[in-house]
């Protein structure tokens, strides 16, 4: 017990040092979106109150537009700003992504722009980078949340194995894109969060049996983590599966009445929230999409973008990403990288397929995790065949980062499942010190070099 907690205070520890490292060396505005979420937060901080459409701030778009050209904004996204600063963010050019990443005007509230906007309120009167970097500071702590919440998942997932749990916490911990994503000011982090613990609770609930606890943290990460980022949506699906799934599973034990009428009330529960999500503001877009998917027929479907980019290089970009693709997905990592990357998962997906009679994971974990990364694939690719075809493919693999979790668990359990019993120990080792190792070549590498060269 105390080696576990070591580890733990080991890992979170890392996890909090190599966000806040990230946070201090990616200069401002240098992440997607980062200009129009960190509006509205600083919006939500400098109101008390929720935005509308006219309470856009002139003096707010004075400051960001002068700290952009201060900070080369144009220049490391590759989209040249004016050569004279126009007074207003309408002023810039509709490619230069400041103005399409804009949420406050369009209204398009988050939950998770609640939580930065907490840590600006005593420091309103501050420059608008240092208000960018306390906002910053709010999602690297999220990200070790994020983390502990991952290993205690794989701790119910693998009691016996502790080591194992901590090496695929390792992964959600030291995935170079993760880190910068979850050190910038962004709505991912948050809803990433509420899709961890509801995979907590549902394995909690597979290992333990129902507990009301359980149901209700399902139901409320679910919601949140709609309400926080649409990549969530995922949730709903999964939920009905693994419940139906653990209905199965439970109805021939004993009380079985008091879990099937629990588990009917966790539906209605559910169902109640997901018709407030179906007629509220916040869940139109989410619905929309699934009624598309809904009625769409295969000659509907955008095959290719505007770009001429297929749906195969699309993929791949996104499992690129998914990895390193730093700022504004202007900074890749080189090639051998990603074949690496690649030959890992490849292995990985085979090893799965090696039969160990020893095996210590139960076959539940692995159909739990399995079918939660592939709902989670099967939305993302979906969702981006239903584009509009007149636009671009937004494959980003960051949109996968609510299923980061069970994508670490099969990826370090197939991985372990090519090694015998004794070498174990060895190989894994091994492949958290490659984890490591790119992530301080993606920083050390390509980060600093680029930015600060």
């Not at 733990?8 to 909090?16: A, D, H, K, P």
Request: charged share 15%; with cysteine.
């Amino acid at each position: 017990m105390a080696s576990r907690h070591r580890w733990l205070m080991l890992l979170l520890g890392l996890t909090l040092v190599r966000g806040l490292l990230y946070a201090a060396v990616i200069p401002p505005w240098q992440s997607p979106d980062e200009t129009g979420h960190f509006e509205y937060v600083w919006l939500l901080a400098h109101l008390g109150r929720l935005p509308t459409r006219e309470d856009v701030s002139p003096s707010f778009e004075r400051e960001l537009l002068g700290s952009l050209y201060e900070w080369r904004y144009g220049e490391f996204v590759g989209r040249s700003l004016p050569e004279q600063m126009p007074a207003r963010l309408s002023g810039l050019p509709r490619y230069a992504f400041v103005v399409e990443s804009r949420t406050a005007p369009a209204g398009r509230f988050s939950l998770s722009y609640l939580w930065p906007a907490g840590f600006l309120l005593l420091f309103r009167e501050q420059n608008l980078v240092l208000q960018l970097y306390l906002a910053r500071l709010s999602s690297v702590l999220l990200n070790v949340m994020i983390t502990w919440l991952a290993l205690q998942t794989f701790l119910v997932l693998v009691p016996s194995r502790p080591t194992l749990a901590v090496l695929m916490a390792a992964v959600v911990a030291f995935l170079p894109q993760h880190t910068f994503i979850n050190s910038t000011v962004g709505d991912g982090p948050m809803a990433e969060l509420m899709a961890c613990l509801v995979l907590y609770c549902w394995a909690r609930t597979f290992r333990h049996g129902f507990r009301v606890g359980e149901i209700v943290g399902v139901i409320l990460g679910t919601l949140a983590g709609i309400w926080c980022k649409r990549t969530a949506v995922f949730l709903i699906p999964v939920n009905v599966g693994l419940g139906v799934w653990w209905l199965l599973r439970w109805s021939r034990r004993d009380r079985v009445g008091r879990h099937i009428a629990g588990f009917c009330g966790g539906l209605v529960l559910l169902a109640a929230g997901i018709w407030f999500w179906r007629y509220s503001y916040m869940g139109l877009g989410a619905w929309s999409a699934l009624s598309r998917l809904w009625q769409a027929s295969p000659d509907s479907l955008n095959w290719a973008d505007a770009r001429g980019l297929t749906l195969e290089e699309g993929l791949l970009v996104a499992y690129d990403s998914f990895w390193a693709n730093f700022g504004w997905m202007a900074l890749p990592v080189g090639g051998r990288w990603y074949g690496a990357i690649m030959l890992l998962s490849l292995m990985a997906l085979i090893g799965w397929g090696i039969r160990r009679p020893e095996d210590e994971i139960p076959s539940w974990a692995v159909g739990m995790m399995g079918g939660a990364l592939f709902i989670a694939c099967a939305a993302f690719v979906w969702v981006a065949l239903l584009t509009d075809a007149t636009r671009y493919y937004n494959f980003q693999g960051r949109y996968l980062f609510p299923a980061l979790t069970p994508y670490a668990f099969l990826l370090v359990g197939g991985l372990e499942r090519f090694l015998p019993i004794r070498e174990r120990r060895y190989g894994m080792a091994l492949f958290g010190l490659f984890m490591v190792y790119f992530d301080a070549c993606c920083l050390a590498g390509y980060i600093l070099p680029y930015f600060y060269s």
